[in-house]
């Protein structure tokens, strides 16, 4: 079994920055992909980025050149560095993670932009 441990959320002005993280620990051999989703209130979840186990990322149109996504495999961790906020980015954010074909949800963190 592995378990997700977010933090870094909270309540930010427009224009802001935070940055959240995501620690794995538990049954681990390989982690494989990691990742961040959203959810909007009424809407459905969707991909934010995700980093392979090689370095090798992805990021929403939406959120490139303001969100970076970064892992220390050392310490199974991920991380999503979020600049520039705007009140469409409220959402809460679920850290995702693969281990070998298993793929594993985060509790979420509320993330608020307010304008």
């Known amino acids: 079994q592995v378990q997700l441990v977010e933090s870094g959320g909270g309540l930010v002005q427009a224009g802001g920055s935070l940055r959240l993280s995501c620690a794995a620990s538990?049954?681990?051999?390989?982690?494989?992909?990691m990742g961040w989703y959203r959810q909007a209130p009424g809407k459905q979840r969707e991909l934010v980025a995700t980093?392979?186990?090689?370095?090798?990322?992805n990021h929403a149109d939406s959120v490139k050149g303001r969100f970076t996504i970064s892992r220390d495999n050392a310490k199974n961790t991920v991380y999503l560095q979020m600049n520039s906020l705007k009140p469409e980015d409220t959402a809460v954010y679920y850290c995702?993670?693969?281990?070998?074909?298993?793929?594993?949800w985060g509790q979420g963190t509320q993330v608020t932009v307010s304008s």
């Open positions: 995702m993670v693969v281990v070998a074909t298993i793929t594993y």
């Open positions: 980093i392979t186990s090689g370095g090798r990322t």
């Open positions: 538990g049954s681990i051999l390989r982690i494989n992909t």
